[in-house]
Structure formats: structure tokens, C-alpha cells
């Protein structure tokens, strides 16, 4: 089996080494998925794949609890990862027309990454932030308070640097 | 073993430590209702059907999952657990589609079943219909997750009985379904079609793919010629859907039904089954005298033959060349069989009727091709062709008995228990022992290779060979057995597989059934068949002599490496996107 399938080469050595410490071990799974993902950014196919034949499961059980957990991605991430919390207060608090707004500018629906993997969009329950809600957080920027027609701006600062 | 003393509905009753709620009730004579229960294989008390009072329990406790205490007091029909168990069962209604009548499980579907014997006369929720769309990949199976439960009872037995993982819970919430990874048609995924899924299935979310309009098209075609063979394992079956019990002995019914609905010839797969002895005892006795590769696998068995595609492929070499008597007899119906009945081949249609669909996916191989045709063109399941029987208005149960047709309807008794486990190891012994010897075998029955148990071993010696054979049915144990011989740890010279629990009589295409002993006592009834039968031994049939006489001439010449023995395909145990990579 070629490794090389859209990932880079250079990550295989270091996925090898994380499932060979698990070897046989199925409940180690989670784990391993989330030690993979942190390395690769997500976890396609060929990456399950390996962690099935590593730890003797089958392909269904790991792609069980990949589609389980929401934190598990099959698909890249883009270079910024904004996360729309859907908690109670900030839904209450108009965290859907927030989501919107942002499908509506990158063209996207929650789950996607736009096409020249700058942005995804994910939604999440609860960031934990609820006296500022609606909350969005971009990597490791927390906005509170988002009003929709904040959006276009707050995407031009990212795309602005993310090009650069 | 310790025991425990509690009181259900009144009645004391004395069970041993461990029991269930579920189990001790049924010996005061009480069932309690389950839906995600599946004897022996799944017990996760997911549907909450089988919810009971515990006196003193904060919550209803669900029967099935819970283990009975000392001095525990049950009421399995309070009005509390009534009332509870209905609710539940109205949630699990609330979203399944009303099809009740065009649904291929409308009167033997369990979720309808109980819906009526809880006197479920009202849904008072009514939750979006899910939308997704069939899985008609394979032709095989039929994959419809809009009346899936979620009971998980395919995905235990596919894990556990199987050890395939074919198909398991993806995603979460409400959109969980059950199918294979990445939610991929089944076609696609490592799944050896042997239909395991289906025989568990409580509604219609998983079953046969119909061929029946396609086998009533071709009877009502006058330019067709359309011959039909049945397996050993559908005779010993078939009654079930007409109210006998498991077991029964219908051959004769079985050949009149099929005549009355128009098979122009009925013939029988059992003599296939003769011939696959010839030619594989003689391919066993060919690798014995040649160095191997031994051992040497049966290849009867088509779940079996995809299972070591997709996981094992490094012993495809270990496998049998020959075909299964269902594609030997396809071969031969459009050969050998035309060319003695002065019929044109290319008007000949072989339906097969068979306990399995994964015989529907193996007649589709593009290695079934020997005769410059398709060579079985239709398969049915013992179950469509109970339905056929049901549409024509026949009532099969008083038909009298019949004969099958010359020539390829004429078999012996070693033919026919290729329908259980163990039987296709007897019948080749039965064989080889008097080829080799030239003696007559005394005694007959190979006891040691017979029953239930998952794997049996036997030793046999023959002239100055002791040979060393294994028998196993699950692909849970055939796993066990291959792992063994991968290393090292067995010498066997020949290992018998079949793919379905109990060989063929457990097949994913015969009637559906939750008695306990089904599958004893069809095997009871394929021993029966063999005793019945004035030949029981392969090498004996006078029609597959005249056979090599007239036209193969001789086992693993020619003409038989040209119809009756096939190769086999690499796959991958991560589905076919995986295959090319």
C-alpha cells in the first residue's frame, strides 16, 4: 500500500511509531486516534487504515468512533478553525444567524473547509464562555458578543494574514 | 454452582447465580418481550423492551441484562413496567416508515409482531421519517437503514459469530445508522455477503435481494428452457414457511412444487455435490502425492471463499481449485446437459435455489463463465422460492412426492449432507478411503466431524496414510483454525469451512427462525436424507460415472479444469477502495 495518499511523507515514521506502541491493543483506540490527529491535523483513510492493522480491529470499529466523536475530522482542517458554539445560552443568544453568516462568506456548510484551506467551520457545544455568548473562537482567539455583520471584517483580518 | 432464590409474579423460583431477570422468568412460565435480545449473541438492553419492577429499585430494570439477587421480588406485568414497555415501543415506532404490507418481513417481522401482542393500537409521537437512500449494492443484500432500530443485533452477530466487522454503528444521535465504514455500499466493503446480518434482523432493514420477478419472467418465456437445481440444506428447511417444523424431510414436495410452477427440468445441486468429491478427493489425493500445498481448504462454501479473499489471501493457493456444486451444476446445465438433451445451450436458464445469498454474489463472479454464458443465471434464497410457492397458491404442505429429473437430478447420500457441517469432510472420506484402498469402507458415518460444536478434528487412516482433517462452521472458529495452521501450531492435510453457523442448514437464505433447535434438527433431517438413500456414497452415483464416461472423461482432466475449477481474487481487509492502492 503506497503511504503517501495526500499526506506528507514525513508523517508516516512518527504514525508508525505512535500505533506500534499500541500494537493489539483495541482499547487504546481513542487515544491513538487522538494522538494521530494531533500529528496529521485529521484523520483520512489511510490513517484509520493503519491504526485498524495496528491495533487488530476492524476498519468499522475505527471509523465508529471517529463518526462519534464530533472532535474526530476525516477531512483536512484549514489554517484557521472557527468554532460556532451551539451551547444553550449562545444559541439562545443568536449563535445560529452567527453560523450562518459565516456559511454564507466562506461559502461552506459546518463540517467543511473552504477550498484554498485557509478556513473551516465546525460547531461545538459550550466553549465555557456563556457570559460572553454568542462565542466564536478562531485557533486560539475567543470572540464574545459576535454580532453577524462583524463577520466580513473579523474573515478579512485572517484571510488578509493567511495570504501574506 | 451457587443459586439464588427470588419471587417473579409470585412464584418463587430457585436459578443459578448469574441467571437473568429474562431467564429465571421463563421458568415460572413467563416471557417477557425483548426486541434487541438476541439469545447468546447480543445482550445490551438498548430497545428497553424487556423492562421489569424490582421491588426497591429506583428505576425499571431491563430483564434481558440484569442478573436475578437473592431475595428479589419481580413483577414482570405491573402496570408500571406495561406502561413503560409500551412507550418505548411507541418511540421506536414513532420514526419507522408504515410499510407494513410491501415490506419483505410483513408477518415475520418481530418489531410488528410485538406491536401487536402489546396491543399497540395508537403512536402518539411522530418523529421525522428518516431518508436514506437502499443500499442495493450487492446482489446479495439489501441494506435499508429507514427501518433500521438500531437493535445492533446484525452488528454482534457479524462481529462475534463471523469476525468480519462489516457493518457497525456510524455517527451518533439521530443520525446513527448501521452500515459498513465510511458508510461505503456493502458491495465495496470487506463483507462476505453471507446474509448472517439478515437471519438476525428483527424488521426489514436488512434482506435477500428478490430475484423472483426475474425466475417468473423466464418461466413465462416459451423460448426458455429453465432448469432449476436446489441445495441439499433447502429440503430439510423449506417447510418451516409452511408450517412444518424444522427439520422436516420435503424433498418430494420441494421437486413438485418446483414443477408446478414451471421448471421445464428440476434437478439437484446434491449431484454436484458427487462430483465436487470426485474432483476434489481426487485434488486431495493429487496434492498428497506431490508435496501440496497442503493443507488443503474446501471451496464449497462462497462466504467462506470472499472471507479468505479479503483476509487471508496468502492461503488463496490452499484452497480447492474446485468450483462449489452450485457453479458445477451451472457449468454442466449449459455443456454437457444441452448437448444430451439436443437443446440449444444459449435457451437454457439455471435458477439455483439455495440456503445463502452469498451464492447470488458467487454466480455473478466473472470467473462463472465456463460455459460461454453466465453459468447460473438466477439465485434464490429458500425463502423467495417460499414465496413463489405462496403466490402460485399451492399448498405445499399436501403436494404429493416427487422425483427429480434425469440426469443431473440423480445423487447419493454423501451429496446430500453437504448441507451440514462436517458433511462434505465425511463424504470425501467415504470417497477417497475406497479409491485409495480399493476396499469397501466399513462404516459409514464419520461421527467425529458431526454436530455443532465449532471446531472437530479428526484422524482417518487410509491404506498407510493417516490422514489429518478439521472441520470448522463460523468464520469465528474458521479463524481460529486458520490462525493455527498460519502458525504452525496444526498439521492438518484437509480442513473443511463453512461460511453460516451449522454449514448450510444455518445459511443466511433459509427460513427465519428463533427456535433454539432449528438447527439440530435440520441437520437431524440431512442425516436423514442420507440414510434414506439407497447410494451414499459419491463415488457410486451411476449418473456422474456416466458423466466422465461420456463427456469429462476423466477427474482433473481437461475438460474438468476447464468447467469445474476456478481461481480466486486478492482482496483487502479494508474494503475494495483499498485493493489498488
Not at chain 1, 465508529?64 to 449562545?90: D, E, H, Q, W
Not at chain 2, 417481522?109 to 410485538?114: R, T, V
Not at chain 2, 491404506?463 to 486458520?482: E, S
Request: negative net charge; charged residues 25%.
Amino acid at each position: 500500500m503506497s503511504k503517501s495518499v495526500g499526506l506528507q511523507e514525513e508523517v508516516w515514521p512518527e504514525l508508525e511509531r505512535i500505533i506500534q506502541e499500541h500494537r493489539g491493543d483495541r482499547s487504546a483506540l481513542i487515544q491513538v486516534l487522538h494522538r494521530c490527529q494531533e500529528l496529521v491535523g485529521y484523520l483520512p483513510r489511510e490513517v484509520q487504515v493503519k491504526i485498524a492493522e495496528g491495533l487488530e480491529v476492524s476498519l468499522g470499529e475505527v471509523y465508529g468512533v471517529v463518526s462519534f466523536y464530533s472532535l474526530f475530522s476525516t477531512k483536512p482542517r484549514g489554517k484557521y478553525r472557527i468554532s460556532v458554539c451551539k451551547g444553550t445560552a449562545c444559541y439562545v443568544r443568536g449563535s445560529m444567524e452567527v453560523l450562518e453568516r459565516l456559511e454564507k462568506e466562506l461559502g461552506i456548510k459546518a463540517g467543511d473547509s473552504t477550498d484554498d484551506g485557509l478556513f473551516s467551520l465546525e460547531v461545538v457545544r459550550c466553549l465555557g464562555a456563556c457570559g460572553l455568548s454568542p462565542v466564536m473562537t478562531i485557533n486560539d482567539n475567543t470572540y464574545g458578543l459576535v454580532k453577524p455583520d462583524a463577520i466580513p471584517q473579523i474573515l478579512r483580518a485572517y484571510r488578509a494574514a493567511g495570504v501574506a | 454452582m451457587a443459586e439464588v432464590t427470588l419471587t417473579i409474579d409470585g412464584q418463587q423460583v430457585k436459578v443459578p447465580k448469574g441467571t437473568t431477570i429474562l431467564q429465571a422468568a421463563r421458568q415460572v412460565g413467563r416471557e417477557i418481550p425483548t426486541l434487541c435480545y438476541l439469545e447468546g449473541i447480543n445482550a445490551i438492553g438498548s430497545c428497553r423492551v424487556c423492562l421489569v419492577e424490582v421491588q426497591g429499585a429506583k428505576t425499571l430494570m431491563p430483564a434481558c441484562v440484569t442478573e436475578v439477587a437473592e431475595g428479589m421480588t419481580v413483577l414482570t406485568n405491573s402496570p408500571a413496567a406495561r406502561r413503560a414497555r409500551q412507550l418505548n415501543l411507541e418511540l421506536i415506532l414513532s420514526d419507522h416508515p408504515d410499510e407494513c404490507t410491501t415490506c419483505p418481513r410483513n408477518q415475520s417481522c418481530e418489531l410488528q409482531a410485538l406491536a401487536e401482542k402489546m396491543n399497540i393500537r395508537e403512536v402518539r409521537f411522530r418523529g421525522p421519517r428518516p431518508n436514506y437512500a437502499l443500499d442495493a449494492s450487492s446482489p446479495s443484500i439489501v441494506r435499508d437503514p429507514n427501518k433500521c432500530i438500531l437493535c445492533r443485533r446484525c452488528v454482534a452477530v457479524c462481529e462475534q459469530v463471523q469476525g468480519v466487522g462489516a457493518v457497525v454503528p456510524l455517527e451518533r444521535g439521530y443520525r446513527t445508522t448501521i452500515g459498513p465504514a465510511f458508510h461505503e455500499p456493502l458491495l465495496e466493503a470487506a463483507c462476505v455477503l453471507c446474509g448472517q446480518c439478515v437471519v438476525a434482523c428483527p424488521v426489514g432493514a436488512l434482506y435477500e435481494r428478490d430475484y423472483t420477478e426475474e425466475v417468473w419472467a423466464a418461466l413465462a418465456d416459451p423460448n426458455r428452457h429453465v432448469v432449476v437445481q436446489t441445495a441439499p440444506a433447502v429440503r430439510v428447511a423449506i417447510g418451516e414457511e409452511f408450517g412444518l417444523p424444522p427439520g422436516a424431510v420435503t424433498t418430494g414436495k420441494l421437486v413438485a412444487a418446483l414443477r408446478r410452477l414451471g421448471f421445464d427440468r428440476v434437478f439437484d445441486t446434491n449431484f454436484t455435490a458427487d462430483l465436487t468429491i470426485i474432483e476434489e478427493g481426487s485434488e486431495l489425493l493429487h496434492r498428497l502425492q506431490n508435496g501440496g500445498p497442503l493443507p488443503m481448504f474446501t471451496s464449497c462454501s462462497p462466504g467462506w471463499i470472499k472471507y479468505m479473499e479479503h483476509f487471508y489471501p496468502e492461503l488463496i493457493e490452499h484452497i480447492s481449485t474446485c468450483k462449489s456444486p452450485q457453479q458445477m451444476f451451472g457449468a454442466l446445465a449449459k455443456t454437457y446437459y444441452p448437448q444430451q438433451a439436443g437443446i440449444d445451450p444459449a435457451a437454457v436458464t439455471v435458477v439455483s435455489i439455495m440456503p445463502c445469498t452469498a451464492k447470488k454474489y458467487e454466480a455473478q463472479r466473472p470467473e462463472m463463465n465456463s460455459s460461454g454464458f453466465q453459468d447460473v443465471d438466477y439465485v434464490l434464497t429458500t425463502r423467495e422460492l417460499a414465496r413463489m410457492i405462496k403466490t402460485a397458491g399451492l399448498d405445499f404442505a399436501s403436494l404429493p412426492e416427487e422425483e427429480y429429473d434425469d440426469p443431473l437430478g440423480i445423487s447419493t447420500g454423501a451429496g446430500a449432507i453437504f448441507g451440514t457441517t462436517g458433511g462434505v469432510m465425511e463424504a470425501a472420506v467415504r470417497t477417497v478411503y475406497e479409491i485409495v484402498t480399493k476396499n469397501e469402507l466399513p462404516g459409514l458415518d464419520l461421527l467425529p466431524v458431526r454436530g455443532l460444536e465449532g471446531v472437530k478434528e479428526a484422524t482417518v487412516t487410509i491404506g498407510d496414510t493417516t490422514l489429518k482433517v478439521a472441520v470448522a462452521h463460523g468464520l469465528a472458529n474458521a479463524r481460529k483454525v486458520v490462525e493455527r495452521v498460519l502458525n504452525k501450531e496444526a498439521d492438518y492435510h484437509f480442513i473443511e469451512i463453512m461460511c453460516c453457523p451449522g454449514g448450510c442448514i444455518g445459511g443466511g437464505g433459509q427460513p427465519i427462525t428463533r427456535l433454539d433447535d432449528a438447527k439440530q434438527k435440520r441437520m437431524e433431517g440431512i442425516y436423514q436424507v442420507d440414510r434414506d438413500l439407497p447410494i451414499r456414497k459419491s463415488h457410486e452415483n451411476p449418473a456422474v460415472q456416466k458423466l466422465y464416461e461420456d463427456f469429462l472423461k476423466e477427474p482433473l482432466g481437461h475438460k474438468s479444469h476447464e468447467l469445474l475449477h476456478t481461481t480466486y481474487k486478492v482482496r483487502s481487509r479494508f474494503g475494495s477502495v483499498m485493493e489498488h492502492v
